[in-house]
């Protein structure tokens, strides 16, 4: 059996592979549904926001019927829940159905959320060494293998919505073989039962929610606006465009799964400071690219930088001492969160009356705000 084979941490590792296959698919053909729907960046960013709402409702109120319906069956449903959702997605025919398909996505990416990320967190703490960042780094992988994907079938002139289904099989498929004798890891005795639905920042975490804002942006944005940056803006076969959301992954997901290596060697203001660094040469080469490789090696440097500055800001607020760590976890989490799923797809407004180059230069202060902001990370700063 598959199952008994996977440690509890490989185990978590592929969960969040497998997820992040299936939601990523859709991104790099977002430019073919445009010009499916016929319809301007603008429109296509407003029509996007049906998965931010769909995804906030989940966060707010699934956790209750997860627990109901138990973490093994949930996974089970949701995976092939979101890839049928994108298929609708797909064929949908106006941007109305289109936001529709999307909060349907929307509420199974919550539940996934809450359930992988727990049980990464349960298996931390089950195994006795950290875990989180080389989870993500597989999330990243994940969205890399869905990258590749499209690079691989766009030439064949395969469509999206049977892209979609090949897809959403394959990862039903690797879900149940990988979770269909899974049991949750224990709870953490320290784990919460009743949480408000928003908690209130208090002014250290909303600096550090300042700090992330850049990295949230850009890793967002890369995801929706790459691949139609580079067929709006360089000629080049529509199959090499897909590289651009295929490379960032690539590049986000190995510097993931060193960072931990990384933040113990040299310490977290350095790396953070390194990597700002290197996400603001990333969206400059992005923003002025003279030709497509250029915009290519830009969401390369994009994925780098932005890679681990959101985990070492949710260390950062789990070590003050003003409030319990899972409090402030959850309103950084929730701040962080909201920008990731709603202003990207608000830069499709941007894109529409300015251009896509602008949608991606109009993140330039926000690198500047985070370099200015890396000493909310600081120690001593934590104590304030």
Not at 306 to 324: N, W
Request: charged share 10%.
């Amino acid at each position: 059996m598959v199952q008994s084979s996977l440690s509890p941490q490989h185990r978590v590792y592929a969960g969040f592979f497998i997820y992040a296959a299936i939601l990523g698919a859709i991104f790099p053909r977002l430019g073919d549904l445009q010009l499916q729907m016929a319809i301007s960046e603008g429109t296509l960013g407003m029509a996007l926001m049906g998965g931010a709402l769909g995804t906030q409702i989940s966060l707010m109120f699934s956790g209750p019927l997860l627990e109901q319906i138990g973490y093994r069956r949930a996974l089970m449903l949701c995976i092939p829940l979101l890839g049928v959702a994108e298929v609708a997605a797909t064929m949908a025919p106006n941007p109305t159905l289109f936001f529709i398909s999307l909060v349907g996505a929307g509420l199974a990416i919550g539940a996934l959320e809450i359930m992988i990320n727990l049980e990464a967190d349960r298996t931390e703490h089950l195994v006795g060494r950290r875990i989180m960042n080389r989870s993500h780094a597989f999330w990243s992988f994940g969205f890399f293998a869905a990258g590749i994907t499209s690079f691989v079938v766009v030439p064949f002139g395969i469509d999206p919505t049977t892209h979609l289904w090949g897809m959403t099989a394959v990862t039903t498929g690797a879900m149940y073989l990988v979770f269909r004798n899974f049991n949750p890891a224990p709870a953490r005795v320290s784990e919460e039962g009743d949480r408000p639905k928003f908690v209130r920042p208090t002014g250290p975490i909303l600096m550090i929610v300042a700090f992330t804002l850049s990295a949230m942006l850009l890793e967002g944005a890369g995801a929706d606006w790459s691949v139609i940056f580079m067929r709006d803006t360089h000629d080049l076969a529509p199959s090499v465009n897909t590289l651009a959301f295929a490379i960032g992954a690539l590049t986000q997901a190995v510097t993931r799964y060193f960072a931990d290596r990384l933040v113990d060697s040299y310490g977290a203001i350095r790396v953070a400071r390194t990597l700002i660094a290197v996400l603001g040469v990333g969206v400059l080469a992005v923003t002025f690219s003279v030709d497509g490789y250029m915009a290519l090696l830009g969401f390369g440097l994009l994925g780098m930088g932005s890679s681990a500055l959101f985990p070492l800001a949710m260390s950062a607020a789990a070590q003050r001492t003003d409030r319990p760590a899972a409090t402030n976890v959850a309103a950084l989490a929730q701040l962080s969160f909201i920008t990731f799923l709603v202003a990207p797809p608000l830069l499709g407004l941007v894109a529409e009356h300015l251009g896509i180059r602008m949608s991606f230069g109009i993140c330039i202060p926000m690198v500047v705000v985070s370099w200015f902001t890396v000493y909310s990370l600081d120690p001593e700063y934590r104590k304030k």
